[in-house]
C-alpha cells in the first residue's frame, strides 16, 4: 500500500488464507444443504397433493361410478351406507345422540312406516335395488332426527331469552327480513327435477331457526362487568339522589373503588367510546339483533370504537365522570334503545347479584346517578 511516497506491506499468511477459505467454503456448504432440503421438502408436499388429486379424480369419475352400478349394484349400496355410518358418527361425535322418538306437541315427521312398506315394495319388484332404498330409508330418518335436535335446542333457547324477559320472534325476525338481502341464485334441491323434498326443506328452516335463538342467547350478557362491592341502585323507580323526587333508573348500579376495571358483559363491537349527558365517559357495545349494553361513569377507557370483545375484557375503569355521586359503574341493558332490566341477564349466568336495601346513598356514602 502506497501513502505519502512510503510503501507498506500486508502480509496474509498461507494458514489465515486456508481459514479464510474453509469458512467461505463451510458457509456455501449449509446454504447449499437449506436449499437442498427445502426443495425436497416443497417437492415431497407437491408429490402429495398430487397423489391425493389423483385418487379423488378416480374415485369421483362418472366412468368409475357408472362401471360400479353396472358390475355390483349391491357394492354400490355398500358403499353409500358405509358414508352414511361416516356422517352419522361425525354428528353424533360433535351434536351427541339425535332423539329418534318424538315428543308430544312436536311436529316432525316420522317417515319410518312409509319406508318400511317402501323398502318391502322395492325388494319384491326389483331385488338388486333393495340396498338402495334401505339407504333412502336411512337418509330420511337422519334428516327427521336432526330436525328435532334443531328444534329442541331451539326452544330451549328461546325459553332461555323469555327468562330474561326477550321476545325470540324479535330475533326469528331477522329470518323473514328481506330489506337488504341479495347475493347469486344457487338453488338447493334434492332431486334431478329441480324440486326439493318439504322433509328436507322443514330440516333447513330449523337448523335456521336453532342458529338465530343460539346466536341470540350468546350475545346475552353473561359476565359481571365489574368486581362490586354491593349493588346500590337497581333498575326501575327510585328516590333520584339529587333532587330526592321520584325517577326511574334504567339501569344498575355496581359500587367500586375508584379506577377498578371495568369488563365488558357479552361478546360484541364497541360502538361508542365517548361522553354522553348524564352518562359521563361512557362505553356501548354492539351485541347484534338491537342488543347493546351502556357502562356510564368511567374515570378512564380501555377499548376504541370498532373493537371486538369477548366476555371478561377490560373496556374502561370505574369513575365518577357525569350524573354521579361517587365511584361506581353504572351498567345499562338496551332492546333497541329502550332500556331492559339487567338483572335477569346477570342472575343467568351468577347467583351473587343482591341489591342492597337501607339507608339513603347521601346518608352512607352509596354511589348512584
Same mark, same amino acid.
Not at 320472534?169 to 338447493?188: F, I
Not at 350478557?221 to 339522589?241: E, K, W
Not at 363491537?269 to 365517559?281: K, L, P
Given at each position: 500500500?502506497?501513502?505519502?511516497?512510503?510503501?507498506r506491506?500486508?502480509?496474509?499468511?498461507?494458514?489465515?488464507?486456508?481459514i479464510? @477459505?474453509a469458512?467461505?467454503?463451510?458457509?456455501?456448504?449449509?446454504?447449499?444443504?437449506?436449499m437442498?432440503?427445502?426443495?425436497?421438502?416443497?417437492?415431497?408436499?407437491?408429490?402429495?397433493?398430487?397423489?391425493?388429486?389423483d385418487?379423488?379424480?378416480?374415485?369421483?369419475?362418472?366412468?368409475s361410478?357408472?362401471s360400479?352400478y353396472r358390475?355390483?349394484?349391491g357394492?354400490v349400496?355398500?358403499?353409500l351406507?358405509?358414508?352414511?355410518?361416516?356422517?352419522?358418527?361425525?354428528?353424533?361425535?360433535?351434536?351427541?345422540?339425535?332423539p329418534?322418538?318424538?315428543?308430544?306437541g312436536?311436529?316432525?315427521?316420522d317417515?319410518?312406516?312409509e319406508?318400511?312398506? &317402501?323398502?318391502d315394495?322395492v325388494?319384491?319388484?326389483?331385488?338388486? @335395488?333393495a340396498g338402495?332404498?334401505?339407504?333412502?330409508?336411512?337418509?330420511? @330418518?337422519?334428516?327427521?332426527r336432526l330436525?328435532?335436535?334443531?328444534?329442541r335446542?331451539?326452544a330451549?333457547?328461546?325459553?332461555?331469552l323469555?327468562?330474561v324477559?326477550?321476545?325470540?320472534?324479535?330475533?326469528?325476525?331477522?329470518?323473514?327480513?328481506r330489506s337488504?338481502?341479495?347475493g347469486?341464485?344457487?338453488?338447493?334441491s334434492?332431486?334431478?327435477?329441480?324440486?326439493?323434498?318439504?322433509?328436507?326443506?322443514?330440516l333447513?328452516?330449523?337448523?335456521?331457526?336453532?342458529?338465530?335463538?343460539?346466536?341470540?342467547v350468546?350475545?346475552l350478557?353473561?359476565?359481571?362487568? @365489574?368486581?362490586?362491592?354491593?349493588?346500590?341502585?337497581?333498575f326501575?323507580y327510585?328516590?333520584?339522589?339529587f333532587?330526592?323526587?321520584g325517577s326511574?333508573?334504567?339501569?344498575?348500579d355496581?359500587?367500586?373503588?375508584?379506577g377498578?376495571?371495568?369488563?365488558?358483559?357479552?361478546?360484541?363491537?364497541?360502538?361508542?367510546?365517548?361522553?354522553?349527558s348524564?352518562?359521563?365517559?361512557c362505553?356501548?357495545?354492539?351485541h347484534?339483533?338491537g342488543?347493546?349494553t351502556?357502562?356510564a361513569?368511567?374515570?378512564g377507557f380501555? &377499548?376504541r370504537?370498532?373493537?371486538?370483545?369477548?366476555p371478561?375484557d377490560?373496556?374502561?375503569?370505574?369513575?365518577?365522570?357525569?350524573?354521579s355521586?361517587?365511584?361506581?359503574?353504572?351498567?345499562?341493558?338496551?332492546?333497541?334503545?329502550?332500556?331492559?332490566?339487567?338483572r335477569?341477564f346477570?342472575?343467568?349466568?351468577?347467583h351473587?347479584l343482591k341489591?342492597?336495601?337501607?339507608?339513603?346513598?347521601?346518608d352512607?356514602?352509596?354511589?348512584?346517578?
Amino acid at each position: 500500500m502506497r501513502s505519502g511516497g512510503q510503501v507498506r506491506f500486508i502480509r496474509i499468511s498461507p494458514r489465515l488464507q486456508m481459514i479464510a @477459505a474453509a469458512a467461505v467454503a463451510g458457509l456455501l456448504l449449509v446454504w447449499l444443504v437449506t436449499m437442498a432440503g427445502m426443495a425436497i421438502a416443497q417437492y415431497s408436499a407437491a408429490r402429495d397433493r398430487l397423489s391425493l388429486l389423483d385418487r379423488e379424480a378416480k374415485v369421483t369419475t362418472a366412468e368409475s361410478r357408472a362401471s360400479a352400478y353396472r358390475d355390483d349394484l349391491g357394492k354400490v349400496a355398500g358403499d353409500l351406507g358405509k358414508r352414511q355410518d361416516f356422517i352419522e358418527e361425525v354428528t353424533r361425535a360433535h351434536l351427541g345422540d339425535l332423539p329418534a322418538d318424538a315428543k308430544a306437541g312436536e311436529t316432525v315427521s316420522d317417515s319410518s312406516t312409509e319406508a318400511e312398506r &317402501t323398502i318391502d315394495k322395492v325388494s319384491a319388484a326389483l331385488p338388486e @335395488a333393495a340396498g338402495l332404498a334401505r339407504m333412502e330409508a336411512r337418509q330420511l @330418518a337422519f334428516a327427521e332426527r336432526l330436525t328435532r335436535y334443531a328444534d329442541r335446542r331451539a326452544a330451549a333457547a328461546a325459553q332461555h331469552l323469555r327468562k330474561v324477559g326477550l321476545n325470540p320472534g324479535s330475533l326469528l325476525a331477522s329470518l323473514n327480513d328481506r330489506s337488504a338481502q341479495g347475493g347469486p341464485l344457487l338453488r338447493l334441491s334434492t332431486s334431478s327435477d329441480g324440486s326439493v323434498d318439504p322433509r328436507f326443506e322443514r330440516l333447513g328452516l330449523s337448523l335456521a331457526r336453532m342458529e338465530a335463538l343460539v346466536r341470540g342467547v350468546q350475545s346475552l350478557p353473561q359476565v359481571l362487568p @365489574a368486581s362490586f362491592d354491593y349493588i346500590s341502585s337497581g333498575f326501575g323507580y327510585r328516590a333520584d339522589p339529587f333532587t330526592r323526587a321520584g325517577s326511574f333508573h334504567p339501569g344498575l348500579d355496581f359500587k367500586g373503588p375508584l379506577g377498578a376495571p371495568i369488563y365488558a358483559a357479552a361478546p360484541g363491537r364497541v360502538s361508542f367510546v365517548g361522553q354522553r349527558s348524564g352518562y359521563g365517559n361512557c362505553v356501548e357495545i354492539d351485541h347484534g339483533n338491537g342488543l347493546v349494553t351502556r357502562y356510564a361513569h368511567m374515570s378512564g377507557f380501555r &377499548t376504541r370504537v370498532g373493537i371486538t370483545v369477548k366476555p371478561g375484557d377490560q373496556i374502561g375503569l370505574i369513575g365518577s365522570t357525569g350524573r354521579s355521586t361517587g365511584p361506581h359503574l353504572h351498567f345499562e341493558v338496551r332492546l333497541h334503545d329502550q332500556p331492559i332490566n339487567p338483572r335477569p341477564f346477570l342472575e343467568a349466568a351468577t347467583h351473587v347479584l343482591k341489591e342492597t336495601s337501607g339507608p339513603s346513598a347521601s346518608d352512607t356514602g352509596q354511589a348512584h346517578d
